[in-house]
Nanobody, 127 residues
């Protein structure tokens, strides 16, 4: 059974940092690309980053480029999202999701192509 569990969310002041983790089980982690998405209050869920399997290509939304860093450790079946210089507008529930195979530049943020999702972790940026 495929399971994804996000952790690492919490309350942080503007300018602070958090590292989210996405722990996976029940499948061969290395076969999958990992996406991070978020849903802010009153907004639709949006894609913020993805790391592909095989070639390790990485993609970011413009809103987080230069502040967030995605990574993965296949030996630990875990993906990470390092979030620096956090802003109040980063407040959201953050989700990780799986796509089997290599990800492509033009489709990484399309939610419908991701097959499995975690339950989400809350990130609140506030003073």
């Amino acid at each position: 059974q495929v399971q994804l569990v996000e952790s690492g969310g919490g309350l942080v002041q503007p300018g602070g940092s958090l590292r989210l983790s996405c722990a996976a089980s029940g499948f061969t982690f290395g076969y999958y690309s990992i996406g991070w998405f978020r849903r802010a209050p009153g907004k639709e869920r949006e894609g913020i980053s993805c790391i592909s399997t095989s070639d390790g290509s990485i993609y970011y939304a413009d809103s987080v480029k230069g502040r967030f860093t995605i990574s993965r450790d296949n030996a630990k079946n875990t993906a990470y999202l390092q979030m620096n210089s956090l802003k109040p507008e980063d407040t959201a529930v953050y989700y990780c999701a799986l796509y089997r195979g290599m990800m492509h530049r033009n489709t990484w943020s399309y939610q419908k192509i991701y097959r499995h999702w975690g339950q989400g972790t809350q990130v609140t940026v506030s003073s």
